[in-house]
């Protein structure tokens, strides 16, 4: 009945000392480390709140609609400055998508040996580089020969701030794709540039467009590099090839001034930004769930 | 206690076999001439001279690891992708060395098409990935890509099953449908040989029973070649069966005297099955 070992059954044993010890340090570590997430995700949503609280305050319809007027002077607002931020981003995802999405192809499917080491190395280099290095970069190569700053500029740093991220997102994205589907279009004739571009990269379409929606929400929220690239503008601006108005660069501008009426109107510009940032990362998600659905 | 187990492609004697041994061999579709294959140091395949019969079904067998699928990866040079493969001797298409100066390899896998071990659909709808070969080498009127659709999933057995959602995913397939379309896929291009790696291994026996009937069916308009580690799908399926170990074809012949007479001792012990 009974074995050599204990001479009680199997879960009435009482614990050593060294199986207390254990059980323990494990409490301590799941408290600890639930206390920890549990303090980051709350100083997350005291940012988001305390933004909202002094954002909603200071929305009003003029604020989406109207250019910014002079201090004390009612109905100002930050059209321009939304506009601007669709014109700067939009020009650098025009620039950065297919560079990176065909550096992504390039390093998924074909880059071997020492080449595409080297490009991998120098994307994750580039990822960690400061926005405000960047900045200054289009500045000398399109504000000085130009004498003049430019949305344009601004896009050309958004566009190499934003090239990483889409290199590596389109790059493992494509990697995933399984090697039988490849192998399957050449089994039937098809060459590599028609599975390629026919096959492969529609397969890996939702990674992606992820990719690129998080690129997006991250250089919409950047400031610094607009600081000498887009300069910013006090009225309506379409021309790229002029100083614009750009939300971050408002906020950043109204926060520093000494106006109680421009702090209003910076937190309700940080609000817009992390609404618009929020709205990306949450479609980022929602396409990725949606995947390999033909 | 259970029963001995019974080998069934020995049970009923030649008769259950695909074709009797005393047909007169077909002429040959592909050849390979003192084939070698290798990967970095490893020499997985030895010198092998086999001939492939047009409008046969020829089955290779042989325990895991033996090269088979290496040297069915071989006759269309799907090697090409691995860059550590190296392929030597001459494989030839109706006396054409596919190996040759001057052939693209693209052509060559266009008319020496593959179904794989585990189906590997596009990730597309059920017709886009039947037509998706022949949009790609150039018919562009829809009502002839319909009839292609149609034609090819009739052959393949799959149209009755398919036919009233063409336009949904061929994700949502079962496993032995998907097979079948990549079989329809592969009809769809209009290849002379098709190439088949072990396409039943990962089919429950109904789906596989399927895919065999289809694979008898082929041999009509096809070379078929088909690797396999059951010995029961061979004898069921094939008109040739050559038998590989360790990166050698040990023997080749019609599958009813390789089954029933095998000639070499190590062909034998592998058929009843003393290893493997």
């Given amino acids: ?294 | 206690m259970p029963a001995p187990y019974q080998f069934p492609y020995l049970v009923g004697g030649a008769e259950t076999l695909a074709r009797p041994a005393s047909e007169p061999r077909p002429p040959s579709k592909m050849a390979t001439d003192g084939l070698n294959v290798f990967y970095g140091q490893f020499h997985a395949i030895k010198h092998v001279t086999l001939s492939l019969p047009d409008r046969r079904v020829s089955a290779l067998i042989g325990p895991s690891g033996c090269g088979k699928s290496t040297f069915l990866r071989a006759l269309n040079r799907m090697h090409d992708l691995t860059p550590e493969a190296r392929v030597e001797g001459s494989v030839t298409l109706d006396g054409t060395d596919i190996y040759g100066p001057g052939i693209d390899p693209v052509e060559v896998r266009h008319r020496i098409g593959m179904v794989f071990q585990r189906a590997n659909p596009f990730p597309k709808s059920i017709f886009e990935n039947v037509v998706f070969g022949p949009k790609v080498h150039g018919e562009r009127r829809h009502r002839e890509l319909i009839e292609i659709c149609e034609r090819s999933l009739v052959k393949a057995a799959l149209w009755d099953e398919v036919k009233d959602r063409l336009n949904s995913s061929a994700l949502g397939l079962s496993g032995g449908q998907q097979q079948r379309l990549c079989i329809a896929r592969q009809l769809a291009v209009e290849p002379e040989v098709i190439l088949m790696d072990e396409p039943a291994s990962a089919l429950d026996p109904l789906a596989t029973a399927k895919i065999e009937d289809l694979i008898f069916a082929l041999r009509r308009d096809y070379a078929v070649v088909i690797v396999t580690h059951s010995m029961q799908q061979a004898a069921r399926v094939s008109d040739l069966t050559s038998f590989f170990l360790l990166g050698e074809m040990i023997e080749t012949g019609p599958t009813a005297e390789v089954f029933t007479h095998p000639t070499d001792r190590r062909t034998e012990d592998y058929i009843t099955g003393r290893f493997g």
């Fill in chain 1, 1 to 294: 009945m009974t074995t050599t070992r204990s001479q009680l059954p199997f879960g009435r044993r009482p614990l050593t000392a060294h199986m207390r010890w254990r059980y323990g340090w494990s409490a301590v570590g799941v408290i600890g480390s639930g206390f920890c997430a549990g303090l980051a995700a709350s100083l997350l949503l005291l940012i988001l709140g305390y933004v909202a609280i002094q954002g909603v305050a200071a929305l009003n319809p003029a604020f989406l609609t109207h250019v910014p007027r002079p201090v004390g002077v009612p109905g100002a607002g930050v059209a321009n400055g939304i506009v601007g931020t669709f014109i700067v981003v939009g020009i650098a995802v025009a620039l950065a998508t297919p560079v990176g999405v065909f550096t992504g192809i390039y390093l998924a499917l074909f880059g071997r040996g020492r080449f595409a080491e080297t490009v991998r190395f120098l994307a994750d280099v580039l990822s960690g580089i400061p926005s405000i290095a960047i900045g200054l970069f289009a500045y000398t190569l399109f504000v000085q020969p130009f004498r003049h700053f430019s949305a344009l500029s601004a896009s050309l740093a958004f566009a190499i701030l934003m090239l990483p991220l889409i290199i590596r997102t389109a790059e493992e994205s494509i990697a995933r794709v399984p090697t039988r589907v490849r192998e399957g279009a050449l089994a039937l004739g098809i060459s590599t540039y028609s599975s390629t571009i026919h096959i492969i990269v529609p397969a890996a379409r939702a990674g992606i467009i992820t990719g690129l929606l998080l690129a997006i929400a991250r250089v919409t929220g950047e400031t610094a590099p607009l600081l000498f690239t887009a300069f910013g503008s006090q009225f309506w601006e379409l021309n790229p090839t002029n100083p614009m108005a750009v939300l971050a660069l408002q906020v950043f501008t109204y926060a520093i001034s000494p106006y109680e009426d421009w702090h209003r109107q910076a937190w309700a510009g940080a609000f817009l930004l992390i609404v618009a940032v929020l709205i990306l990362n949450v479609s980022a998600r929602l396409v990725l769930r949606n995947r390999f659905e033909a």
